[in-house]
């Protein structure tokens, strides 16, 4: 039986209707149309990734209640500097990231800062989903099946900004919250509900990956994730005299750290 696409105009036309409008999220309140640099919404079961200057502000909304935004970063043109979910909670002493938090790398920078948090509920020590989790909880994992992993998603994005599986780190998972019990076990507490958002200052040239899928403690028998939008815009970093600079010793040492490096490289 011939499909649509056996042929050459066949092809072309099922690409071409494929072209639909495309569902970009309107820039926040305050943000003039002409500094926007990004505005997308990522399905479900999707990745996304862009590379992003030195000072833009990426807003993560989650309209639904159902999205999980599993983060990597990584310094533009630089990716052995890339986000360390170990060090961000050890340095600052907290494992529960929120308005205020540093994202940091392993040499002592800051990559991001959180601005804004409307959710408070994430997760920085559960890392994403795993091929062979999801093929063992949904029967596939696989990028082009029904229920991608996390992780294979992240790969993909990472393919297209020349990096590979050697640097894919553990990490951050934005909209579902984990906790540590007095027991030491892990509790899942879901997400914070509908509306919410988390808004980053990239902190350095960034890129960005974001898989949109499950959080691995997700209780549900079915692959459930919602909507994520995405939407950058320019400004300018943390500076000397923002509140966020003086706020505890290791911030400020952090970002002492990075604006010597970022100065010296005429960033």
Same mark, same amino acid.
């Given at each position: 039986?011939?499909?649509?696409?056996?042929?050459?105009? =066949?092809?072309?036309?099922?690409?071409?209707?494929?072209?639909?409008?495309? %569902?970009?999220?309107?820039?926040?309140?305050?943000?003039?149309?002409?500094?926007?640099?990004?505005?997308?919404?990522?399905?479900?079961?999707?990745?996304?990734?862009?590379?992003?200057?030195?000072?833009?502000?990426?807003?993560?909304?989650?309209?639904? =209640?159902?999205?999980?935004?599993? +983060?990597?970063?990584?310094?533009?043109?630089?990716?052995?500097?890339?986000?360390?979910?170990?060090?961000?909670?050890?340095?600052?002493?907290?494992?529960?990231?929120?308005?205020?938090? +540093?994202?940091?790398?392993?040499?002592?920078?800051?990559?991001?800062?959180?601005?804004?948090?409307?959710?408070?509920?994430? %997760?920085?020590?559960?890392?994403?989903?795993?091929?062979?989790?999801?093929?063992?909880?949904?029967?596939?994992?696989?990028?082009?099946?029904?229920?991608?992993?996390?992780?294979?998603?992240?790969?993909?994005?990472?393919?297209?900004? =020349?990096?590979?599986?050697?640097?894919?780190?553990?990490?951050?998972?934005?909209?579902?919250?984990?906790?540590?019990?007095?027991?030491?076990?892990?509790?899942?507490?879901?997400?914070?509900?509908?509306?919410?958002?988390?808004?980053?200052?990239?902190?350095?040239?960034?890129?960005?990956?974001?898989?949109?899928?499950?959080?691995?403690?997700?209780?549900?028998?079915?692959?459930?994730?919602?909507?994520?939008?995405?939407?950058?815009?320019?400004?300018?970093?943390?500076?000397?005299?923002?509140?966020?600079?003086?706020?505890?010793?290791?911030?400020?040492?952090?970002?002492?750290?990075?604006?010597?490096?970022?100065?010296?490289?005429?960033?």
């Amino acid at each position: 039986m011939r499909s649509a696409t056996d042929t050459t105009h =066949g092809a072309r036309d099922h690409a071409r209707a494929q072209a639909a409008p495309v %569902d970009r999220p309107a820039a926040p309140a305050g943000v003039p149309a002409e500094d926007v640099v990004w505005a997308e919404t990522v399905p479900g079961g999707n990745y996304t990734h862009k590379v992003l200057a030195r000072g833009t502000s990426l807003r993560l909304a989650d309209p639904l =209640g159902d999205a999980c935004a599993h +983060l990597l970063l990584y310094v533009a043109d630089r990716p052995w500097e890339r986000l360390n979910v170990a060090d961000t909670t050890k340095v600052q002493w907290n494992a529960y990231l929120g308005p205020g938090s +540093l994202l940091l790398s392993d040499q002592g920078r800051v990559l991001a800062s959180i601005t804004e948090d409307g959710s408070g509920r994430h %997760d920085a020590l559960c890392g994403t989903s795993t091929l062979a989790r999801n093929s063992d909880r949904y029967g596939a994992g696989a990028p082009e099946s029904a229920s991608p992993a996390g992780r294979e998603l992240l790969l993909l994005a990472a393919a297209k900004n =020349g990096l590979d599986r050697r640097d894919l780190a553990p990490s951050l998972s934005l909209f579902k919250g984990v906790r540590v019990s007095a027991e030491g076990a892990l509790e899942y507490t879901g997400s914070a509900g509908p509306g919410t958002a988390v808004t980053l200052r990239a902190e350095q040239p960034l890129t960005v990956l974001i898989a949109n899928v499950p959080h691995p403690l997700d209780p549900r028998p079915e692959y459930q994730c919602g909507p994520l939008e995405l939407t950058a815009w320019r400004g300018r970093p943390t500076a000397p005299g923002d509140p966020l600079w003086e706020a505890t010793p290791e911030g400020h040492r952090a970002f002492l750290n990075t604006a010597e490096f970022c100065a010296a490289r005429g960033l």
